[in-house]
């Protein structure tokens, strides 16, 4: 009881040095107003790992996963590696990259970005709405800190009203914003928020753009991530085919077997001509060269079958445990009904 009692005096410290970034008569208040309705402000369920969290029910765990960015924040110290400390490009500079907006609900994965894709998350509309700063972000500095963060992501992306039509068309914000209530919400979000040093503001938004190749290749070989299941699968974990796999890790190889073709090649030639037949040099080059060609060729199928093994077996392992946990999960809760 005095740990409860501990716990709530000081959400109550928090709440009283935390303030909502947006009045209660901000120009999208309207918007927010529409709603209000728990059915439509909150999605209909969020799932964490097997667990079902209805969010209308439990909205502080809700809001957590929709909000904190607890992957990025584990390799923050490497995220230099991943993009540059700088604000995102504005929407309109994105589409003028050849960039396609991928949709993606995770905040872990907002403004990570591959080949002619970037992943956004929609604005919650809850952002948008004074009593949900209140009643719950302000009690919980690292979910207030996520959710000023998220909300100065948007003020990179929207600077322009040809940004303003991306995003409504993209599905990113609401339909029924106008620019001039948008400017103006901004304007008194930003006297909020210190720019210059974002104390305020979730350490992963220190960084704009990241590259999910390299988040992949940090969450597979740093330390504070390093495991089985991260050096199989990364960062975000894409296509599952063997196939896809291969072609993402493997095309080197491919390239590598070219050179040695060309190389083997332009030997075999040399060697048809009687200036280098009798060549000393020339003919232990040529014999070292084969020797080296076949024993790559040898080692890179050898490569390729092991890495076929390990993911075929690490499957097969993690398709087992997993059934074992739900087939617990549900002995569990049929024993306690």
């Not at 609401?174 to 948008?182: E, R």
């Not at 210059?196 to 220190?206: A, C, F, H, N, Q």
């Not at 020797?291 to 993690?318: E, P, R």
Request: with cysteine; glycine share 4%; net charge neutral.
């Amino acid at each position: 009881m005095l740990l409860d009692n501990n716990s709530m005096e000081n959400r109550k410290q928090t709440s009283k040095s935390l303030a909502p970034p947006v009045s209660k008569t901000n120009p999208l208040a309207a918007v927010a107003a529409t709603l209000h309705n728990p059915t439509i402000l909150h999605p209909a369920i969020t799932i964490r790992g097997y667990e079902v969290l209805r969010p209308n029910r439990e909205p502080s765990a809700h809001l957590a996963l929709e909000l904190k960015t607890q992957s990025l924040n584990d390799i923050h110290q490497h995220l230099w590696l991943a993009g540059p400390p700088t604000a995102a490009r504005a929407l309109h500079r994105q589409k003028l990259l050849g960039r396609n907006i991928l949709v993606t609900e995770d905040p872990n994965e907002h403004l990570v970005w591959f080949e002619a894709y970037i992943f956004i998350k929609p604005l919650p509309d809850f952002l948008l709405d004074w009593a949900t700063w209140n009643d719950i972000l302000c009690l919980d500095q690292e979910l207030h800190e996520a959710a000023c963060g998220l909300l100065l992501s948007y003020a990179w992306l929207v600077r322009h009203k040809s940004d303003l039509a991306i995003a409504k068309e993209s599905g990113l914000l609401p339909k029924d914003m106008s620019w001039p209530d948008w400017v103006e919400f901004l304007d008194a979000f930003l006297d909020k928020i210190d720019c210059e040093t974002l104390s305020g503001v979730s350490k992963r938004y220190r960084y704009g753009e990241l590259r999910l190749s390299r988040l992949n290749t940090i969450y597979r070989l740093a330390p504070p991530t390093y495991s089985l299941r991260n050096l199989v699968r990364g960062y975000q974990s894409r296509s599952t085919w063997y196939q896809a796999f291969f072609d993402r890790h493997f095309k080197w190889m491919l390239a590598v077997f070219a050179v040695l073709s060309v190389v083997l090649s332009a030997l075999q030639v040399g060697l048809a001509t009687t200036t280098l037949q009798g060549n000393t040099p020339f003919q232990d080059t040529s014999y070292g060269l084969t020797i080296t060609a076949l024993f790559a060729v040898v080692a890179g199928l050898a490569m390729v079958l092991f890495v076929w093994l390990g993911l075929f077996f690490y499957h097969l392992l993690s398709t087992w445990h997993n059934n074992k946990m739900v087939e617990h999960r549900r002995l569990a809760s049929t024993s306690t009904t």
